[in-house]
């Protein structure tokens, strides 16, 4: 191999996400701004918003595939972390209804509650482990994360949005419904292929780093989708502005508090990413249905933050391991 490719390579490995969003993001302004393109972009749309559930599908399959599930218990840093979550979603909770904001404040403010009440993302495990973290861990606490936004969410939204046509129990199944789509069935799959069909078990754990590679791609098109919504809302550049750089507070706040609470049980990175990184597509989709529609911009920018802290940390570490 020459070594302009393997530079090449390289650098694709280092820096897979930041060119999956960079990717995702010209390719959407390509087809939204070329009249040309216009069928191709009505054509594909559908396609991509049916290719995204089955990206997240196999990523959770070929992570779940490596998982011990004889491991997959509950540790005492999960319950810190779990305890921080609570507390900011009641802080911002009380803040929305003891000052009753409205129009610009109250749409800030759930941005902000949207890239906090969300659930740890599925594809956490998939970075700590590439980070040298407990895999088991990670999916536990992606468990309990779930099971937290789908209680805190149907107390929440109907307070903050008066006119949301949701009751309790209706919005709490629908959400663990969506929750136990996402993660018991390919968990379930992985479990079976596992234990009782060991040959292509053996195949997908030894394509190395597939799961990571997926969820490029489906940050691929997360990321186009995210400037559609940004494209077409229909606000001021410094409400867009604001909501950008309060989801860049809330990410290094996130993943700071995380990694300060993993300190003291020596798991700093799995604290850190179990806080930090959300599952921004589903918080965008929960915005975007139950409040106002440009709140779902918070998320959507998180992804961007989110995924930078990523990028660094999987350089440093492959840096470190060099070393």
């Known amino acids: 191999m020459r070594s302009d490719d393997s530079t090449v390579i390289r650098f694709l490995k280092d820096w897979t996400l930041p060119v999956s969003m960079g990717t995702g993001c010209l390719l ?10 216009e069928s191709a972009a ?29 491991k997959l218990r509950p540790v005492t840093w999960h319950f810190w972390v779990s305890m921080f ?31 906090v009440i969300a659930p740890c993302a599925a594809a956490a495990a998939v970075v700590t482990q590439k980070l040298g973290g407990s ?9 309990i994360s779930n099971f937290i936004t789908a209680m805190m969410v149907p107390v929440c939204f109907p307070l903050i949005e008066k006119g949301t ?6 919005a709490f199944y629908k959400i663990l419904y969506e929750v136990a789509i996402v993660l018991l069935v390919p968990m379930l799959l992985a479990y079976i292929v596992k234990h009782h069909a060991h040959r292509l078990h053996q195949k997908v ?32 550049l410094t409400l867009l502005m604001a909501i950008a750089i309060l989801g860049l507070m809330m990410c290094i706040v996130q993943f700071a508090v995380g990694r300060f609470i993993g300190h003291y049980f020596n798991h700093t990175q799995e604290a850190g990413q179990a806080l930090g990184q959300k599952n921004t597509a589903f918080a965008i989709w929960m915005a975007y249905t139950y409040l106002n529609p440009l709140s779902s911009v918070g998320p959507g920018c998180y992804i961007l ?17 060099k070393g």
């Open 135 to 143: 895999l088991e861990q990670m999916t536990t606490y992606t468990f």
């Open 205 to 236: 754990i030894s394509i190395k780093d597939l799961s990571y590679y997926l969820w490029g791609c489906s940050l691929m098109i997360v990321t186009g989708t995210t400037v559609k919504n940004i494209v077409h809302s229909n606000t001021t």
């Open 28 to 37: 959407y302004l390509i087809f939204a701004f070329t009249p040309q393109l």
């Open 85 to 115: 979550q609570l507390l900011f979603i009641g802080l911002l909770m009380g803040l929305i209804l003891g000052f009753s904001m409205k129009g610009d404040s109250l749409i800030l403010m759930e941005a902000i509650l949207m890239c």
């Open 305 to 321: 933050w989110q995924n930078i802290v990523n990028s660094v940390e999987i350089w440093q570490h492959r840096r470190t391991n």
């Open 42 to 70: 009505e054509f594909f749309d559908p396609i991509f918003d049916a290719i995204l559930p089955m990206f997240m599908f196999l990523i959770l399959f070929v992570t779940f595939c490596k998982v011990d599930f004889h």
């Open 165 to 170: 046509d949701m009751t309790f129990w209706a």
